[in-house]
């Protein structure tokens, strides 16, 4: 299996332990109650799967897939249905299971080690090798694969970087969004969705077809193993900041991600409800994102 997705929630340092997996007693609220006309454009429904195991069928209900790179279902036929494919790549970190990995820590720019994913490490997002790596090796090799188009993880450690030391990581948030824009130059017509990176999206938010929001609603506790709320301020932040992408490209294509115990349908439906009340195209799933998770039925 791929990187998972759920490590952002943690860097970006919104994880609250405090929070309850239960909903709360009132109905679940739009952040903003302006943006629940928008869900009558009925967002198109979208899926993350980093197996594959699961038979081309329980594909049919999404017109979206992100989909690990190397450990994925095959492609053409899902193609073949009229499925937009986007491949993973982690640009903020490098994981040991990559062959590129060795290349990488030849070069001396991984740093530490991320505490909640083992084997994924901090990479240096400034350095031009890995630029070209990026540009000119790493994404050329997911379209080759049969993707549309490729999802950028881990650009939330950039800016995280910096702000825990300043000095050491002068330019990383820059460098981050420079990068976005060096993948966008070199492969113009390709999908391109980000994952989180909030502190650049007013810069990349142009350059994108999809931005993605993870754990807007509900996160994951890394130490407590279960899903939890995130805090009315962290839900506003997020639900605000990509709508103000939307706002700065009526293109772009706006995701939510959420965390949720799947046996419990009625919070599952809950915050379908929700996100689509901000406007939003949203899927619930468990942290591992190995197994396919339909949305409840009405």
């Known amino acids: 299996m791929g990187g998972l997705i759920g490590r952002r929630a943690v860097a ?20 903003q109650a302006g943006r629940a006309a928008a869900s009558s454009s009925s967002p198109a429904p979208w899926a993350v799967y980093y197996a594959d195991a699961a038979p081309l069928s329980a594909f049919q209900p999404y017109r979206l897939l992100v989909l690990d790179s190397r450990t994925h279902p095959p492609l053409q036929p899902l193609a073949d249905r009229g499925k937009s494919l986007f491949g993973y790549l982690s640009v903020g970190e490098v994981e040991t299971h990559r062959p590129w990995f060795g290349r990488v820590k030849g070069w001396g720019i991984l740093d530490q080690e991320n505490p909640n994913w083992p084997g994924s490490f901090y990479v240096d ?8 790596l990026v540009v000119e090796e790493l994404v050329p090799a997911i379209l080759r694969e049969g993707f549309h188009g490729v999802f950028l993880d881990t650009l939330d450690n950039p800016p995280h970087l910096e702000r825990t030391d300043r000095e050491r990581w002068r ?5 981050a969004a420079a990068l976005v824009r060096a993948i966008r ?20 938010a142009p350059l994108l077809t999809h931005a993605l929001g993870e754990s807007v609603y509900a996160g994951w506790d890394f130490a407590a193993k279960r899903p939890h709320r995130q805090s009315a301020e962290d839900y506003r932040f997020q639900v605000e900041v990509l709508t103000a992408a939307g706002v700065s490209n009526p293109r772009l294509g706006l995701l939510t991600l959420d965390y949720w115990d799947p046996a419990d349908k009625a919070g599952l439906r809950a915050i379908y409800d929700l996100q689509r009340a901000n406007g939003f195209s949203p899927y619930v799933s468990t942290v591992e994102l190995d197994r396919l998770i339909p949305e409840p039925a009405r």
Do not use: F
Not at 12 to 31: T, Y
Not at 171 to 175: E, L, P, R, S, V
């Open 12 to 31: 970006a340092g919104l994880v609250s332990g405090a929070a309850s997996l239960a909903l709360p007693n009132r109905p679940l609220r739009a952040a």
């Open 125 to 132: 997002v400034r350095d031009r090798r890995w630029i070209s």
């Open 171 to 175: 330019g990383m948030t820059d460098a």
């Open 185 to 204: 130059r070199n492969w113009p017509d390709i999908g391109l969705m980000q994952n989180r990176a909030y502190e650049i999206l007013p810069q990349t």
